[in-house]
């Protein structure tokens, strides 16, 4: 299965407002490991940056002047996402920014080019109800070092929600490894089996007799043995 982290910077929190997508991060992976193919790139977004979003990302306008437009780089996203499953933390947000992107270019949505979208909070909140479940408190949760984000950047929470994904995910691999190991084991204990080794013992005279009584019955009811 072929699998893509995603996750965005934004100049703020409502792309219906006309904010727009300032970084964009897919991680790929196939078969739950990772393949070291990626897509990052940072995008001018023609516009502000709100103070508070500078904040959380440290992105300023300045730095993303030169950088291509969102025009410019979308063939090429699609591209590397087409036909994977994306898993993205708080799906509804990045999708909602993308789409919103999409359609600034007459493009169909973000769901028509990939195989599915998992939210990765909803299933925490599933797994953890009444606890927090952003990214650095389930990263502090199942052990895994977050300590270089001292800022939101795309690439890095998309690696990061790679190995949450999976540590969330885990018993699933198992159960799986497990129904394979005991498929292997059923199969070799079939083909193992050395029927030669049987005995065949013929039947007494009382088993014959009754046998042929049985086919007698059926006979005599119209019903056929064969």
């Given at each position: ?16 407002q ?5 970084e964009i ?23 502000e ?12 306008l300045e ?10 780089i979308?063939?090429?996203?699609i ?5 994977a ?12 920014f ?30 953890r109800p009444?606890q ?7 990263c502090?949760?199942?052990?895994i070092?977050n ?6 950047g ?6 990061l ?12 691999e198992?159960?799986l ?10 199969m070799q204990s ?14 007494s005279e ?21």
């Amino acid at each position: 299965m072929r699998q893509i982290f995603l996750d965005t910077e934004t100049t703020g929190l409502y792309p219906d407002q006309g904010h727009r997508i300032i970084e964009i991060a897919a991680v790929e992976m196939l078969n739950r490991r990772p393949t070291q193919r990626h897509f990052h790139l940072y995008i001018n977004p023609e516009r502000e940056i709100d103070a508070g979003a500078q904040e959380v990302h440290g992105i300023s306008l300045e730095f993303l002047q030169d950088k291509p437009l969102f025009a410019q780089i979308a063939q090429d996203f699609i591209a590397f996402i087409r036909g994977a499953e994306l898993i993205i933390h708080n799906a509804p947000f990045d999708v909602g920014f993308l789409n919103m992107e999409l359609s600034r270019l007459s493009m169909d949505p973000l769901p028509s080019f990939v195989s599915g979208i998992v939210d990765t909070l909803k299933m925490a909140k599933e797994m953890r109800p009444g606890q927090r479940n952003n990214l650095d408190a389930l990263c502090r949760h199942y052990g895994i070092d977050n300590s270089q984000r001292t800022l939101h950047g795309a690439l890095l929470d998309a690696e990061l929600l790679a190995d949450v994904y999976i540590a969330m995910t885990r018993g699933q691999e198992s159960l799986l490894m497990e129904l394979s190991t005991s498929e292997q084991q059923t199969m070799q204990s079939h083909i193992e089996v050395d029927f030669s080794a049987m005995k065949r013992l013929p039947p007494s005279e009382e088993e014959l007799a009754s046998h042929q009584q049985y086919i007698e019955s059926l006979s005599k009811s119209g019903a056929s043995p064969w």
